[in-house]
């Protein structure tokens, strides 16, 4: 068995995604029926099934699509203070209300994968400079 990871992940069937491809992804139905089901959802229970095979427990939990954005820190696993100066910054576009911040959880799923993209090439870069 595996040692515990924090390989936290959330899918989002974006407006623009489709929603099946023929001939696509699919699950089999205790009735024996093919279902497809969007590639999305199929990585989604391809990481589930990935992680349960390594020992590890699974817990999914469905989001809503625009989260205070404290609860939006705690999903993609960044300080809420960190989260919160990116917004204030201008990264990641919120609506405030009297007591809460808003954010859409497309843009901030976007914004993290942008980031996480940046430091990949930074350090890509830096052991590619190694290797000469």
């Known amino acids: ?47 589930v099934v990935q992680a349960m095979r390594a020992g590890q427990a699974v817990k999914v939990v469905p989001l809503r699509t625009e989260l205070p954005i404290d609860h939006a820190a705690d999903a993609i696993g960044i300080g ?14 919120f609506r405030s209300t009297e007591y809460v911040d808003w954010v859409q959880l ?13 430091r990949r090439a930074i350090l890509d870069e830096m052991f590619a400079d190694d290797e000469e």
């Open 1 to 47: 068995m595996h040692g515990p990871t924090r390989d936290a992940r959330i899918y989002l069937l974006d407006d623009d995604e489709p929603q099946v491809v023929p001939e696509g992804p699919a699950v089999i139905r205790t009735d024996g029926v093919r279902e497809e089901i969007p590639p999305v959802v199929y990585q989604a229970v391809w990481h």
């Open 80 to 93: 809420r203070d960190d989260l919160r100066k990116h917004a204030a910054d201008g990264n990641i576009l």
């Open 106 to 118: 497309a843009d901030v799923i976007r914004w993290d994968s942008e980031r996480r993209g940046r």
